[in-house]
């Protein structure tokens, strides 16, 4: 292994100049370009990932991918020369969602870089760093030594002196694409659904190259009716990130215009999908999660395994039907924290079969543990296709509660907010939940609700989720809550 030429604790107790810290968060390198991520800084990084991670795991070869932001190229490119230096062989796939990045990482068990802000502004630009097979790097995984490394050579100007490897590692191309693509359509068989119209958002972002590999392909009774599929990091038409629900305004006109059976929304580094129905109403990320295990556990069932041995891993401010489905269905529920690294964390401890955030992202054990919102929507589209109904008709069942959806509050004392919220919930006999902020149930003199306050990592904001029974409690509940966290 070739390290730089001073103690660990030199590097952490000698360190000034720009601050890493401040755009190097829990799971990824978020920056503005060029002020503080840079072809210097991903220089820099690159080194830094391959001395803290490539090389300690026993690795000897990476993938490297990108979004379609201008600046990703240069710093894809400048990361890729700093591992190389440590004799690591590189293999750029270019273009590509960061799901298929993951593929890569897979497929070829390696560890890999994913150069996107996903749906940040065009100014953004960012890294998602895994290990082998896709395994998670973050802040407690890894991702601090990176910075901290990184931050090193960067107060020394030494991003491109540090002593050379033996052999510098070969910098390579290669299109995986379309493999991507077989790998996706061995896990969900598409070509026995009825025909089906699709209109698909792409955002301007990565979704616009890999939904014509994967659901144009020929053969597929899909017709797709494409959305903003032009590759621009500039987001002209509206911000790819589909959870706000102003950003599905222009999905919900087309479902409606050209009559289709249902319409995805994908984010801009297309690992993330949100679906609308027939009428243009969105359905919640719960319901596909809970329809997504219901499929998955009935196929496990299928190739004879018992469900109790079935375990689907969802985090807390999923819907009550979340569990309840999966219960129903024989298999084991494993409630987590918010978070992809408690996901996948959790999903390998149980060896679950899939995993489901209320933020839409989708985590699969036979795509590694990892996310892909285009593997969900192949299952969407699969089991519509497998009936004659509607959407709305086939999520349904899974759609039982009212939800408020996520509110964030700004507040000046996030510790006293939360504190009264507890005693007023103490006061009505609510029980208490503490594995991610705040979770509260409803006690056995009333109707069902449920609220989940978490305070934000980076900024003095409370998150808010309500859930009950019906739109009425859930809308009085909701205003209570809030009256006492915005007091």
């Not at 990476?62 to 590189?90: K, N, Q, W, Y």
């Not at 955002?203 to 009716?225: F, I, K, Q, Y």
């Not at 998150?463 to 209570?480: C, F, H, P, Q």
């Amino acid at each position: 292994m070739v390290t730089c030429a001073c103690s660990v604790t030199d590097r952490l107790t000698r360190v000034t100049g720009p601050r890493l810290q401040d755009f190097i968060k829990a799971y990824d390198v978020r920056g503005l370009v060029p002020e503080q991520l840079n072809p210097a800084v991903a220089t820099a990084l690159g080194s830094a990932f391959a001395q803290v991670i490539v090389i300690p795991d026993g690795a000897t070869a990476m993938v490297i991918g990108h979004d379609m932001r201008p600046s990703s190229p240069e710093l894809s490119r400048a990361f890729a020369t700093g591992v190389a230096a440590h004799g690591v062989d590189v293999t750029m796939i270019g273009l590509c969602s960061t799901d298929g990045l993951y593929y890569a990482s897979g497929a070829r068990d390696v560890p890999g870089a994913m150069f996107t802000a996903s749906h940040n502004p065009a100014e953004y630009n960012g890294i998602k760093l895994c290990r082998s097979a896709a395994r998670p790097v973050g802040l407690d995984s890894g991702l601090g030594e990176v910075r901290d490394l990184a931050q090193w050579l960067l107060d020394r100007g030494a991003a491109h002196d540090l002593p050379a490897a033996h052999r510098a590692g070969g910098i390579t191309e290669a299109d995986l694409l379309v493999d991507y693509a077989d790998f996706l359509h061995s896990l969900v068989d598409l070509s026995g659904a009825r025909p089906l119209k699709v209109v698909v958002d792409a955002g301007n972002g990565m979704a616009g190259h890999t939904v014509p590999a994967v659901l144009e392909r020929s053969g597929l009774p899909l017709e797709v009716v494409p959305l903003y599929f032009e590759l621009d990091g500039s987001f002209p038409n509206h911000e790819a990130n589909p959870l706000e629900p102003e950003n599905l305004l222009d999905l919900q006109a087309a479902v409606l215009a050209h009559g289709a059976d249902l319409g995805l929304a994908f984010d801009g580094d297309a690992d993330r999908c949100f679906v609308v129905d027939e009428r243009g109403a969105p359905v919640t990320p719960s319901a596909i999660t809970a329809l997504v295990a219901a499929r998955e556990i009935a196929r496990e069932v299928s190739a004879g395994v018992d469900p109790r041995e079935v375990a689907v891993v969802h985090n807390v401010i999923c819907s009550r039907t979340v569990p309840e489905t999966i219960v129903e269905a024989g298999a084991r529920p494993v409630r987590t924290r918010v978070g992809h690294s408690f996901i996948k964390a959790q999903m390998a401890e149980h060896a679950a079969v899939f995993g489901g955030e209320h933020s839409a992202h989708y985590y699969f054990r036979d795509f590694w543990f990892a996310d892909t919102g285009m593997l969900a929507a192949m299952h969407v589209l699969a089991a519509l296709g497998e009936q004659e109904g509607p959407l709305s008709g086939l999520v349904a069942p899974y759609e039982r509660y009212a939800s408020s959806g996520e509110i964030n509050s700004r507040v000046d004392d996030v510790p006293a907010a939360t504190a009264r919220v507890r005693a007023w919930g103490a006061e009505r006999g609510a029980s208490v939940d503490l594995l991610d902020g705040l979770s509260m149930t409803s006690g056995p003199d009333e109707a069902y609700w449920s609220v989940s306050l978490r305070p934000s990592n980076t900024e003095p904001l409370l998150r808010l989720n309500v859930e009950a029974g019906d739109e009425a409690t859930m809308s009085k509940i909701r205003d209570e809550v809030l009256r006492m966290v915005r007091a």
